[in-house]
């Protein structure tokens, strides 16, 4: 075994001794993925809210408008 092997298993293996890339980018890319899917969430939380309103003032055209665009 190498020592670039034996320095990069025991840098590797560590429990405390981690490089910055092996410790917070999975919390840096959980906490992406977090907002990411709240701002979806919203988004689609504020369509259905428009849906509601609409269909409660009997306002068809608002109606046909909402159901016409994507999700």
């Not at 890339?21 to 990411?36: E, H, Q």
């Not at 979806?40 to 939380?45: A, I, T």
């Amino acid at each position: 075994m190498s020592a670039w092997a034996r320095i990069r298993d025991t840098v590797l293996t560590s429990k405390w001794n981690k490089p910055f890339p092996v410790t917070l980018l999975p919390s840096a890319i959980g906490v992406y993925f977090a907002v990411y899917f709240a701002e979806k969430q919203s988004e689609r939380q504020q369509q259905i809210l428009a849906e509601i309103r609409a269909l409660g003032e009997k306002d068809m055209a608002m109606v046909k408008e909402i159901a016409s665009k994507p999700r």
